[in-house]
T-cell receptor, first 115, second 114 residues
Framework: GAVVSQHPSRVICKSGTSVKIECRSL??????MFWYRQFPKQSLMLMAT?????????EQGVEKDKFLINHASLTLSTLTVTSAHPEDSSFYIC???????????FGSGTRLTVV | DQQVKQNSPSLSVQEGRISILNCDYT??????FLWYKKYPAEGPTFLIS?????DKNEDGRFTVFLNKSAKHLSLHIVPSQPGDSAVYFC?????????????FGGGTRVLVKP
């Protein structure tokens, strides 16, 4: 079945640094990937839709210059949290779909802690 | 503006009994609905989905019911097992829309007691 790998699973970084999170579709090509953020005991909030070969589509209120998304190939999307601050600490999850007739597979998530 | 709502934040049920999780939505353009199960610090795992052309879909112990006129769907788990203890999210999509992004409800934490 469809497998989505997300790396790293956990990262601690210093305030002001940047962190890159990778999302790979291992056994299928994903023209579209999605990045979500989850705060403790809250729902998954869609941050952006990552489109292969083109610019990401960001949800309202999400700073595109802070959360850089690159979808350079059909199997890899990256989310870079730039100039991270403690309030960026959260659980980030990616998902991918083969297409409209298929479901959505989620990565295992990345716990980001900014100190 | 929450387009997908799960009004019960938690549910406790005895092992072997039925768990019923509810979900309401406001956007009548949604036509594809999914349920996910999530453990802490893990990504959601797909459980079951339903298209708006159906009112019921069953897969093993899981059944999803859709009432389009009421903009309401529910997930039935029977019999409930201790391993079902997790947070359950319903999600909705504009099935034919480009990108097919999902809108999630707030989640319901289920505890199945042995």
């Amino acid at each position: 079945g469809a497998v989505v790998s997300q790396h790293p699973s956990r990262v601690i970084c210093k305030s002001g640094t940047s962190v890159k999170i990778e999302c790979r579709s291992l056994d299928f090509q994903a023209t579209t990937m999605f990045w979500y953020r989850q705060f403790p005991k809250q729902s998954l909030m869609l941050m952006a839709t990552s489109n292969e070969g083109s610019k990401a589509t960001y949800e309202q209120g999400v700073e595109k210059d802070k959360f850089l998304i690159n979808h350079a190939s059909l199997t890899l999307s990256t989310l870079t949290v730039t100039s991270a601050h403690p309030e960026d600490s959260s659980f980030y999850i990616c998902s991918a779909s083969r297409g409209i007739d298929y479901g959505y597979t989620f990565g295992s998530g990345t716990r980001l802690t900014v100190v | 503006d929450q387009q997908v709502k799960q009004n019960s934040p938690s549910l406790s049920v005895q092992e072997g009994r039925i768990s019923i999780l509810n979900c309401d939505y406001t956007n009548s353009m949604f036509d594809y609905f999914l349920w996910y199960k999530k453990y802490p610090a893990e990504g959601p795992t797909f459980l079951i989905s339903i298209s708006s052309i159906k009112d019921k879909n069953e897969d093993g112990r899981f059944t999803v019911f859709l009432n389009k006129s009421a903009k309401h769907l529910s997930l039935h788990i029977v019999p409930s097992q201790p391993g079902d203890s997790a947070v359950y999210f319903c999600a909705a999509s504009l099935f034919k829309a480009a990108g097919n992004k999902l809108t999630f409800g707030g989640g319901t934490r289920v505890l199945v007691k042995p």
